[in-house]
């Protein structure tokens, strides 16, 4: 949801194709959707994590459940996170956010809601390309070959063996680099496939020590054009897309 949000709103491009790009446009409250998309530097999108959600559809309540909570966001809560964010001076855009917090609240859940809307049958479409994903980093841990995924996390990522860098840490939520030690002593590191661009990336603390990565999966760009996922022979073997 967050790179949807960024790439229909004006932010850091997420490799939408464009045909969906202008639907979930087409889709969107259009009162809401220039509120936010005010929000929007040129070069980089100061859109708080607190503001977009994940959207596990799978969750208890829902997707619904995770817009009320964004709805339900105290003045305080988003006035806290806007001081969090910067360690100087707010830029002129976002004294606008800590002012008016519950407005900015209200329209990120209703701008989401139509992107959730718009979106879903295309993640129902993507099942397969992200079953696949899964299947695949499950056989590089089981046969300690992790390092052949991180290395293959699409553009902007670079695995250099022991460190994942991430080429604009402007787009990602939680800094630049993420060091991979599993472990009860080490950080946690939890791949997450994307679903929403070919360009999709992101970062951030879900936890103690534990970070989450979210990146295109291999095939996604077929997927979204209605092409099915193909089985490849090797599960470690990044298929089309």
Partial sequence: MRSLFSDVLGGQPQGVPPRVRQMIRAALPPGAARLLRSLFAASHSPIPCFLTSAMDPFAEGGVEAQLERIRDLSSDAVQHQVAEHFTGQPTAVWHR??????????????????????????????????????????????????????????????????????????????????????????????????????????????GAGSVRVGYPPAGLASALEGADAPGPADALVAGPG
């Fill in 97 to 206: 956010l800590f002012r008016h917090p519950r407005v900015f609240a209200a329209a990120s859940a209703s701008v989401q809601e139509a992107i959730w809307r718009a979106y879903e049958p295309l993640w129902r479409r993507t099942a397969a390309v992200r079953a696949r994903e899964v299947e695949r980093i499950g056989t590089a841990l089981v046969t300690r070959q992790l390092p052949l995924v991180l290395a293959d996390l699409g553009p902007g990522s670079r695995f250099d063996g022991s460190t994942l860098h991430f080429e604009e840490a402007r787009r990602l939520h939680g800094g630049s680099v993420t060091r991979p030690r599993p472990g009860p002593d080490g950080n946690v590191l939890v791949l997450a496939p994307l679903s929403s661009g070919t360009r999709a990336l992101a970062s951030c603390n879900v």
